[in-house]
């Protein structure tokens, strides 16, 4: 009877761990809209949207946990044009894997409910597949975060933990597509595109100055464990490099954990792959990550973004380190010679760095015991680049991006 | 295709053969391949054997210019075929993997032409087995490579995108290529690249197990959707169906599904699971 009865209590308990829930979400695919790239130039693009009036690119990232259900209402307003979404990696069954030559095609002011079982944790993308070398294009992606059971902050249900996790979904685009073609046209198969010479490099839909912005840039303090998923749903390969001092580890590549981590600073990632990387930063500084832009038919780089990687003080301690001190360095860019004014630094056995995007020590100087508050630093030998030129002591250290010519 | 269930030595002929590509937009430019007749097809001959089998070929070159067979991997002398020529060696295949044949000469021009097939030694008995050789063309280059001219090869720009020689939805009329099976199959797809491109070979539906990787063999048991493919390189990717169903795998190099710039006459084809 005991031995029942615990059997009982045993089996509730399983069932019950972790509770799966359906998440309902709401998606409006749009081919009317505009979108403002970093240099004032607006773009004709196609979109998903949380409702009628917004029509972000990328689309809204879904959140789940795994064993949820999601349950998307989606709704087209397209003047015509037909759209699908395609729940890229998720495995669904074929009645839900948005391909209109197998599965279904949602046509112009017809409304209709997906149905998707996030069985696995890990990072997907959704898009439409529909004209799709167009229609991507022009805008219709987003991404599907599954997180691990019960919504723990894991890698993956029972995986490494971490303290918060960060998303970059890459991405290219051509403004001749954007500016040329006709809104409601090449719905169909079988149409021809333009030639593909993207111009714009996107991580989130943003580049340049704009990577700056919270939902790209990273910022963390010393210690805390940063998740990165990186995702590619551009036409060209991405290389992000990250700098060794976060001591990146490779865990997880389309959604799927790896038999074996592997560390590495170095990720690429082909059109429609995913990688999630576990980042441990151990010392506190302004990092730059590169991500790169290589042609898959020629491997020619096109381009290089760079996202800020901001890492300070000590998690659980006051942020002491991040108290600005007004250094500042003058001329920047510069090139034979760099002057630093300390402000109110406290000078004593200060030692003057310079460091390079990846966190590596180029050159260091001790800031003499008789200077005044400036100090002028010999720059030659440094190849041009951009570097991290700041002041370090026992107690405090402070920063400054330099751009050396 | 030649198979060896029982047999160690397996036995086959090769045609070197020059032709004109059909392109899916019905248009035609000079290409060649390995054949398995004197007529010119852009399919090239798929072999698979078992480890420690034996490949005794005879090779045909029905062009008037000289010819070599390479079997990238193996580390043999190349067959070198006179114009009109004929040549036979016999090659042993130690371990598993993809290998694939090609002519070296005039700097892999002839391989760029589509002379590069893909020789299969399996780990072990699939319930199905498909052969996937990717490889694309540029019009123009290969017009001027058949001129005697050598293409700027670092400003590649290809506008033809082909499994097997074929482009969607003609991929699926070839029973080596599409896939087919049933739920519960042990599904091998033997994949190689024999263009210049780097590929992303993505699945609707399931996810394949890394069985082989010649350019990261760290890369064996992962299980990916979207495969990278580099040129020169080749897999084994394994897929055990889960749920019946028709799902397509494409290339997520979205304009590698254009022929000509036409949407969607490039690299996908649809699997069908029962």
């Known amino acids: 009877m005991k031995t029942a009865i615990l059997f009982s209590a045993l089996f509730l308990l399983s069932i019950c761990g972790f509770s799966q829930q359906t998440v309902k979400d709401t ?53 015509g044009s037909g759209h699908t979404i395609h729940p890229h990696g998720m495995d669904v069954p074929q009645n839900m894997d948005g391909v209109h030559e197998t599965s279904f095609e949602i046509t112009h002011m017809m409304d209709t409910n997906l149905i998707w079982v996030a069985t696995q944790a890990g990072t997907y993308i959704y898009h439409c597949h529909m004209a799709s070398v167009l229609h991507v294009q022009m805008g219709m992606y987003g991404s599907i975060i599954v997180r691990a059971a019960g919504g723990a902050k894991t890698a993956w249900t029972g995986g490494p933990a971490f303290d918060k996790d960060c998303l970059w979904l890459m991405s290219e685009m051509d403004s001749y597509w ?218 405090f250290a402070e920063f400054r991006k330099l751009i050396i010519q | 295709m030649s198979t060896n269930l029982t047999a160690t030595i397996v036995t086959d002929t090769l045609y070197f053969n020059r032709g004109g590509f059909p392109a899916v937009d019905s248009t035609t430019f000079p290409a060649c391949a390995w054949n398995s007749s004197t007529l010119y097809s852009p399919l090239n001959q ?5 480890p420690g089998d034996q490949l005794a070929l005879t090779v045909i070159n029905t062009d008037t210019a000289a010819h070599s067979f390479v079997i990238k991997g193996l580390a043999i002398p190349s067959l070198l075929i006179a114009a009109l020529g004929t040549a036979n060696d016999t090659f042993s295949f130690a371990t598993a993997g993809i290998y694939i044949y090609y002519d070296s000469l005039d700097a892999s021009l002839y391989s760029y032409l589509g002379a590069a ?36 090869w670092n400003n590649f720009d290809p506008d033809y995108f082909t499994v097997n020689g074929s482009s969607y939805p003609f991929i699926d009329d070839d029973s080596t290529a599409k896939v087919t099976g049933a739920t519960g199959d042990t599904i091998f797809i033997h994949c190689a690249n024999t263009g210049l491109s780097v590929h992303s070979v993505h699945f609707h539906g399931y996810h394949c197990r ?63 699971i029962q």
């Open chain 2, 46 to 50: 798929p072999f698979q054997l078992f």
């Open chain 2, 210 to 272: 890394v069985v082989f990787s010649s350019k990261d063999s760290i890369q064996v048991n992962w299980y990916k959707d979207s495969f990278p493919l580099w040129p020169g390189e080749t897999a084994i990717l394994e897929i055990v169906p889960d749920k019946p169903g028709l799902f397509p795998v494409h290339d997520h190099n979205l304009m590698a599904q254009t022929g000509n710039r036409y949407y969607n006459h490039g690299m996908m084809l649809i699997m069908k």
């Open chain 1, 178 to 395: 954007h500016d040329s073609l006709p809104g409601s046209a090449f719905w169909e198969d079988d149409f021809q595109v333009p030639p593909y010479n993207p111009g714009y490099f996107l991580i989130n839909g943003l580049s340049k100055a704009q990577l700056n912005d919270a939902s790209v840039a990273i910022s963390a303090k010393v210690g805390e464990k940063v998740y990165l998923r990186l995702s590619n749903i551009g036409y060209y390969m991405n290389e992000v490099i990250l700098p060794s001092s976060l001591s990146p580890v490779i865990l997880v590549s389309d959604g799927r954990p790896l038999p074996v981590s592997i560390p590495g600073d170095t990720i690429r990632l082909v059109p429609g792959e995913r990688y999630e990387v576990m980042l441990t930063p151990s010392q506190e500084f302004p990092f730059t990550a590169q991500v790169r832009y290589l042609d898959m038919n020629n491997l020619e780089v096109h381009e290089v973004e760079y996202v800020p990687i901001t890492i300070s003080g000590v998690i659980g301690r006051e942020e002491s380190f991040s108290e600005k001190r007004g250094i500042k360095v003058w001329p920047n860019p510069a090139s034979e010679s760099v002057k630093i004014d300390v402000g109110n630094f406290p000078t004593n056995e200060a030692i003057v760095e310079i460091r390079d995007i990846s966190g590596i020590l180029i050159q260091s100087t001790p800031f003499p015991m008789a200077a005044t508050r400036e100090f002028m630093i010999d720059l030659s030998g440094i190849p041009s680049g951009i570097y991290s030129i700041g002041i370090r002591s026992r107690s």
């Open chain 1, 27 to 79: 998606i409006i695919m749009r081919n009317i809209s505009a979108k403002t790239m970093w240099d004032g130039h607006v773009m004709n693009v196609y979109g998903f949207g949380p409702d009628i009036g917004t029509v972000p690119v990328p689309g809204p990232t879904l959140i789940c946990n795994e064993g949820d259900t999601l349950n998307i209402f989606t709704l087209n307003i397209s003047q």
């Open chain 2, 117 to 152: 097939g893909m020789i299969a030694i399996e780990p072990k008995q699939p319930d199905g087995r498909f052969f996937w050789n990717f490889h694309e063309f540029s019009k123009q280059w290969n017009i001027a490579a058949d001129s005697g001219i050598t293409p700027g």
